[in-house]
């Protein structure tokens, strides 16, 4: 299966951009990154989705690196609300999600 | 729209026994997947359902695990008997067959064994 490795904790200011790495070194041709973000006590929340291009929608950009081996995840002006465990997971054949460690991240006022 | 519903929240139980949880997708979802995470662990795929077919269940950690889908709709797992290890939160997902915007995952069951 193709794993991802994200660094386990990130702070950041309120009101700058948090830019959090995944790493997916074994991704193959055809399988997508996602990623999802969990605040306490609820499931994972649907963030972002990209194959090769950048992304970009309300909520956060993507930045998938050209040989597609790792990917950032922007979100460009963060609050305190956007503190949450953050998911970068590669889905795989018939829609099954593998899921890596997650990141913590932490705003601070 | 109501969302993914997962019951129970919560559920403790003593090893040896018998739980069923229970997942109710959105309307029209006819994708259906189980995940768990267990403590300290990465979430983990379960399985998979298309409709009441099971399309993949590759992530089913032992016979001790039985998931249905009765009419395409709702889906149990029931884990029994329990044990200790298998204690960790439950999520269920959803999605319509054309998956390109995600799943939308349930907030799920934390099952304790004691």
């Known amino acids: 299966d193709a794993k991802t490795t994200q660094p386990p904790s990130m702070d950041c200011a309120e009101g700058r951009a948090a830019n959090l790495p995944c790493n997916h070194s074994?991704?193959?041709?055809?399988?997508?990154v996602y990623w999802y973000r969990q605040i306490h006590s609820q499931g994972p929340q649907y963030i972002i989705h990209?194959?090769?291009n950048n992304e970009t929608n309300e909520m956060a950009s993507l930045i998938i690196t050209e040989d597609r081996k790792s990917s950032t995840l922007i979100l460009p002006h963060a609050t305190l609300r956007d503190t949450a465990v953050y998911y970068c997971?590669?889905?795989?054949?018939?829609?099954?999600?593998?899921f890596g460690q997650g990141t913590r991240l932490t705003i601070n006022p | 729209e109501a969302g993914v519903t997962q019951f129970p929240s919560h559920s403790v139980i003593e090893k040896g026994q018998t739980v069923t949880l229970r997942c109710d997708p959105i309307?029209?979802?006819?994708?259906l997947y189980w995940y768990r995470r267990v403590m300290g662990k990465e979430i983990k795929f379960l399985l998979h359902?298309?409709?009441?077919?099971?399309?993949?269940e590759s992530g089913m950690p032992n016979n001790r695990f039985l998931a249905e889908r009765t009419g395409g709709t709702y889906s149990t797992l029931k884990v029994q008997p329990a044990e200790l290890e298998d204690s960790g939160v439950y999520f269920c997902?959803?999605?319509?067959?054309?998956?390109?915007?995600?799943?939308?995952f349930g907030s799920g069951t934390r099952l304790t064994v004691v």
């Open positions: 997971a590669i889905i795989q054949g018939a829609q099954k999600l593998v």
């Open positions: 074994t991704i193959s041709g055809n399988e997508y």
């Open positions: 309307s029209g979802h006819d994708n």
């Open positions: 997902a959803s999605s319509q067959l054309d998956r390109l915007y995600g799943y939308t």
């Open positions: 990209g194959l090769k």
């Open positions: 359902f298309v409709k009441e077919s099971k399309q993949d």
